[in-house]
Each structure stands twice: as C-alpha cells, then as structure tokens.
C-alpha cells in the first residue's frame, strides 16, 4: 500500500494563453505538515483547487488514500474527506456560526410533525462541543459580521472539521492575523496534524513554514523546482528557487534625514457611509524623508483614514494640512496637484480602470497636461511614449505592451503599475495602502526598495499595511490603531512586534498603567 495519502501524477492544466501546472507531481504522507511556495502566478492555488475539485486537470490523475479519483467538485472532495480554508473566506455574513458551519449538514427537526426545519438547539451544542475539542472555542450563536477575522478563520475550520475533513488545505491563512493570532493558528494547525490530520499550507511567509511545514514543494512558472525537507533548508534557499535568483530579505535603509512638516492631521473624525464613526479624533504628523507605519488589525479605521487624507472620504471633524496649507475640504485633483500620490488597498477597482490599456492608466493623472494634451486635443503618442518608458523602468510585464487591457494582467503587474504612475508624479506625500497585498516574495523586495528609494528623496511616506513585518521592516515611526483611535505613536526602533501586536488588539500599555 503507497505511503501516500495524496499523489497528483503529472498535473497539467491550461487557461488561454498559459500553462498553469506543467507536468506537475506532488505526494504528500498522512499526517505531515506539507507547504507550497511559489510567486504569484507559479500555479499553487490551481494545484489545490483541483484537488478540492474546483477545476479538473487537463492531463495526469490523482490518487486518494491509494485510488485513483476524478474530483467533479467540492462536494465530490468533500465526500473524500478533503477540506479547504481560502484566502478569502466563504462565508454568509447574516448567519450565525453555527448556521455557516452546518449548512448543507444542518441537524433537522419536523414542525407539526411534517415540515423539517433546522435545529438550531442542536446545531448550537454540536458546534460548541466540536469547537472545544480542537480549541477553538466560538459562540454559535454569533452573527459573522458582528465577530473578528481571526474568530472567522475559526469558523472556517469548523467548518471542515464538522464535514471530517481529513486532508485540510490552508490558502494564505495568516495574511490578515496579528503576530499572536498567528502563532495561536500555527499551534491550532500543529494540533490538528497531532490528531491525524493532513495539512497542505500556501503560504508566503518562509519563517511560518520554517516552524510547522515537513517538507515543501516549489513551484515556479507552472513547474515543479524541487521538493525539500524543511528542517534541513534555511528560508533564503527557499527564496532564491521560488524566484530564480538571489533575493535580499534586509530592507538597505539609512538612518533617516527629517525634514520640514509635509502632512499633518488633527483631530479628524471620519464616518462611513452607514453613519458609523470609524476613525476617531485622529492625529499625527508625517515629515519629509519620513516612513510614518499605520499597523492594525483589518478594519480598524486605517484605510477609511487614507481615504480622508487622499480625498476619497469627507472627514465629519478635524482638518488635514499639506505643505501648511488647509486641504481638509479640498477636491482630489486638487490634492494630487498640491502633492499627493495614492496607492489604494483596492487595485481593480479604486487604482486602476481596468478597460482601458496600459498607456491611458499610467496617464490617468497627468492626461489634462502637456505633453499628453494640446489645448483639448489629446496626445496619444505622448500616452505611448511615457508609458513605453515606465513599463522598462518599472519591469511592468504585458503581453502587447502599452497597448495591454489592464484586466489581461496579473495583480502583481497591475500593482506595478499604479506604484510607477503615483511614484512619476513626483510629489511631496505618497500613501501606501497595503502595497504588497498577494504579491509574491520578489514584488516585495522591489516594492519596498521604491517605498525606501522615495523616503531617501526626502518625501513624506504615509504607509498602511496589516502586514507587521513590513511595518516593522519599513517604518522610521509607527502609529498603531485600534477600533479608529491611535493608540500609540512611538519611534519604529523603540518597539517590539510584541509591542506592536498588544496595541493592535486593544491592549497595549497595560504593564505600563499596572
């Protein structure tokens, strides 16, 4: 009998126009901890989500518990005892937990002895029962939008291990966690390997893998690179294969050069479209050659705060001051012209139009302006030749060049060309909002060179990531938010990612009042 309790024999798939999967094969053992790598677009979630029956693979065959299997579907892996956490969950946000978890498997009751209808008593107790067996205690009870994204990973686990699961496939499952939610899943996950689970982890970030992974699989461009044995392979030989060359994991920054104010922001006060009050008398101030780092837990306030600076949002109170002059009521374009660049959290749908080619996006700010136009005449050979020109500084990959329809490109791309437009407009403030979101190990590294490269200029850079290693990579000062108050403004060097996590969650400075 195989030692294996998964094997995908020579795996290709295609789309048009690319080979996702060229002839791949993996065999992962029962019980071990198995890790894919890979850039964006090197063909790990393709993998998975055919052996969670999302898509069918063109050539090869999988093999489950030694039988071969054709997986038509989720429900087919499923009822093969396989499960699968995505990146982005999948859940119904008006329902409870328990109401999630057991749907399609909902424990029933007959009303007036002929209708069948949920039994939500039932549900409840079994859901908690089997959250505090694999402790991760949750109240069934609870609404999904009314609870946090860590206790939502938790339900999505639930929900595999309530249909027992067996084989349990983690799609970037630590990318919205803070430090102390992370290392809390990553023993979450070693207690599921110790009950007899499989586990098979994509993730991005080599130290996790380093602490729970047995072996790893590399996947570059579709291909299979090689297959290691964790313990026995440090993270920057790792790197290297996911992206064919020598990576730089240091950030190279110099001790900074403060210069005059560039923004400054008080007392503002922000509400979002429901009249909710989501940041709250805010203020801070950012100077030029100065990387100031807003960390926190996803939707705390920080991009609705973003929003306010670039214009995107009204602030309800407070003012926001650039270069010392009042811009709080001030139009975007305005803004943009008085200095200020926006690299947005949401790419397709705030940075980018994604209908249009690359030439009129990367003239989206520029495009009412000599050389792009002549009085009302525009230029479209001015729109070629600027983008010709970022497309080779910026290494923006498209396959007709100025002409590509930005939809046609990857994430990684489209981020790379949002980041050469705002960067060219050569202003005073650039915001940053999560600018390394999905991206691959190899984007990083360039994106944050560019990030340092505008601060060394002696720009002001306003940076919001819910990543803290880049936070704590990056910043030169670090505002923490919590529930759109700051908690804490402090020089980057003198905190600690422990630090940093306790603020994020609201309980910061504890120690320090007891």
Known sequence: MSDFIIEMNHITKRFPGIVANDDVSIQVKKGEIYALLGENGAG??????????MYEPDEGEIIIRGEKVKIASPNHATRLNIGMVHQHFKLVSNYTIAENIVMGMEPVKKHLGIF???????ANEEIRALSEKFGLEVDPAKVIENINVSMQQRVEILKMLYREA??????????VLTPQEI????????????????????????????????????????????????????????????????????????????????????????????????????????????????????????????????????????SITLNGKDITHATIRSRNLEGISYIPEDRQNVGLVMDLSLSDNLALKNYFKPPFSKGSVIAGDAFTRYSDELIEKYDIRSGQGSETVVRSMSGGNQQKAIIAREIELDSS????????????????????????????????????????????????????IYNGRIEKIADAGTLTPGEVGEFMMGVGGRHEKA
Request: hydrophobic share 40%; aromatic share 4%.
């Open 429 to 480: 403030l650039l915001i940053f909002v999560q600018p390394t979101r999905g991206l691959d190990i190899g984007a990083i590294e360039n994106i944050h060179r560019q990030i340092v490269e505008q601060r060394n200029k002696g720009k002001a850079v306003l940076l919001i990531s819910l990543e803290l290693d880049e936070v704590m990579n990056l910043a030169d000062t670090i505002g923490v």
């Open 116 to 122: 069948k209808t949920l039994d939500q008593k039932r």
């Open 183 to 318: 290392e809390f899943l990553l023993e979450i996950i070693e207690s599921l390997r110790r009950d007899g689970k499989t586990i098979i982890l994509i993730t991005h970030k080599l130290e996790e893998i380093k602490k729970i992974a047995d072996r790893c699989a590399i996947l570059c461009r579709g291909k299979l690179i090689d297959v290691l044995d964790v313990k026995e392979t440090d993270t920057k030989t790792m790197a290297n294969l996911m992206v064919g060359r020598e990576v730089n994991f240091s950030v190279d920054k110099p001790e900074p050069e403060y210069g005059r104010e560039i923004l400054k922001v008080e007392h503002l006060t922000v509400h979002n479209e429901d009249r909710f009050e989501v940041v709250k008398d805010v203020s801070f101030s950012v100077r030029g050659g100065e990387i100031f780092a807003v960390a926190g837990v996803s939707g705390n306030g920080q991009v609705e705060l973003a929003d306010a600076v670039a214009g995107l949002l009204k602030p309800s109170g407070g």
């Open 166 to 175: 067996e084989i349990l496939i983690f799609d970037e499952p630590t990318a």
């Open 44 to 53: 790990k979630s393709t993998l998975m989500s055919m052996l969670f029956g």
